[in-house]
């Protein structure tokens, strides 16, 4: 997972741009993960983007998990 980081972010951040609602468990667990390897800001900005993403498809259950 290391050496695909950057392919990764750059995935997870073009797809929620897009409104991709099966991104959603997908920057959940990179965020997750981002956080787990002391990465705290990325991993801040990526649940963000899950949360932003579920507001804008109105899943309010997605929105609670991605806080």
Do not use: I, K
Request: hydrophobic share 35%; with cysteine.
């Amino acid at each position: 997972m290391r050496t695909e980081r950057s392919n990764l972010l750059a995935c997870a951040h073009d797809s929620a741009e897009r409104g991709c609602p099966d991104l959603v468990p997908f920057l959940q667990s990179l965020s997750g993960v981002r956080y787990l390897t002391g990465q705290d800001e990325t991993a801040a900005d990526l649940a963000h983007q899950a949360q932003t993403l579920c507001q804008e498809l109105g899943d309010r259950l997605g929105e609670a998990q991605a806080l």
